[in-house]
């Protein structure tokens, strides 16, 4: 596995994710944050690879990338049950949940 840091830039995980493409014709890239991978998003289907990002960033869904994979679910998923088990044992009183 070969890696590179992008500092959390997204020009350098552009730039990083291009020298990998020339380089290593990777099957997937990786990259943990979304200003990395709406920049990728704009060349990856072009360039053959499938990119993994990690982020609950719904713009990256709305940009229609067919090879996207991305993890994690939104933060209201994972809220979802604490914030229903408060909301039951408030007897309702807050503001009515909706499901993510």
Not at 23 to 30: A, N, S, T
Not at 35 to 59: P, R, V, W
Request: hydrophobic share 35%.
């Amino acid at each position: 596995m070969n890696s590179l840091d992008d500092r959390y830039r997204p020009a350098d995980a552009v730039t990083n994710a291009r020298r990998f493409v020339e380089l290593h014709k990777p099957p997937f890239i990786f990259c943990p944050h979304s200003g990395g991978i709406l920049g990728m998003l704009k060349f990856n289907e072009q360039e053959g690879f499938i990119l993994h990002g990690y982020t609950d960033n719904t713009a990256i869904l709305q940009q229609g990338n067919k090879w996207l994979v991305k993890a994690p679910m939104s933060m209201g998923f994972y809220n979802f049950g604490i914030m229903e088990m408060g909301w039951k044992k408030d007897g309702g009183k807050g503001p009515p949940l909706r499901d993510p």
